[in-house]
């Protein structure tokens, strides 16, 4: 005796059941993982702040003054590392433009601003992701840090036969510094006296021969 077993498929009912299981599986899982995707663009928001916060403070300490834009030659690549495909000032809540940059010179300021989850610029109001950087005068207190590494180099320079002949940009060349050191603390080329060995910063009112000049 032969016995045939029917193949057995599935039926429309079960293929519905199983298309509505799946839908609320998908329909749970999306909330979910746009949770996750926003949590991580408030994380790299916030990293990218304290970044550009740096950034804006130091070169302000350089220049004693904010830059015009976040995208200004002389900050991005110099004071904040571009980061991957240049991204590093792009929002990443912006839809591909790039954080709300504005300087307040009376307030002494810097404002650096996210539209957040939204999207929607809200003037540092609502979800808005903002960091404000205060303008600082550490003139002095980065003109001594300098002169403390120039003693250093310039007594090793000296020590091993260097010359010292020339305007400062020249010997600071000589010595290895970057171009930055061709300045003080406050903004100002220094002078540098071969004969004897003088290096001096125009001091605060950024004007040599004057009762506040410092001399190495």
Same mark, same amino acid.
């Given at each position: 005796m032969t016995t045939c077993e029917r193949e057995r498929g599935f039926t429309l009912l079960e293929v519905i059941i199983v298309l509505g299981i799946l839908g609320l599986l998908l329909g749970a899982a999306v909330p979910l993982v746009s949770g996750v995707v926003q949590a991580d663009r408030r994380q790299e928001v916030r990293r990218e702040l304290a970044d550009l916060a740096a950034a804006l403070d130091s070169y302000?300490?350089?220049?004693?003054?904010?830059?015009?834009?976040?995208?200004?030659?002389?900050?991005?690549?110099?004071?904040?590392?571009?980061?991957?495909? =240049? !991204? *590093? @000032? %792009?929002?990443?809540? /912006?839809?591909?433009?790039?954080?709300?940059?504005?300087?307040?010179?009376?307030? =002494? !300021? *810097? @404002? %650096?601003?996210?539209? /957040?989850?939204?999207?929607?610029?809200?003037?540092?109001?609502?979800?808005?992701?903002?960091?404000?950087?205060?303008?600082?005068?550490?003139?002095?207190?980065?003109?001594?840090?300098?002169?403390?590494?120039?003693?250093?180099?310039?007594?090793n320079h000296i020590e091993a036969g260097g010359s010292v002949a020339g305007p400062w940009p020249s010997l600071r060349a000589s010595l290895g510094l970057p171009a930055a050191y061709d300045r003080d603390g406050f903004g100002t080329t220094m002078q540098w006296d071969a004969p004897t060995h003088a290096l001096t910063s125009a001091g605060p009112d950024r004007s040599f021969g004057t009762a506040d000049d410092i001399t190495m």
């Open positions: 302000w300490t350089e220049h004693q003054a904010f830059p015009a834009t976040l995208t200004a030659v002389d900050f991005v690549g110099v004071h904040l590392q571009p980061g991957v495909d =240049g !991204t *590093a @000032t %792009v929002d990443p809540f /912006g839809a591909g433009a790039s954080y709300r940059y504005r300087v307040n010179a009376a307030a =002494g !300021t *810097a @404002t %650096v601003t996210s539209v /957040g989850e939204n999207g929607r610029n809200n003037n540092g109001n609502g979800d808005d992701i903002v960091v404000v950087v205060y303008a600082s005068v550490p003139g002095l207190a980065k003109t001594w840090q300098r002169f403390r590494l120039i003693v250093e180099l310039l007594a």
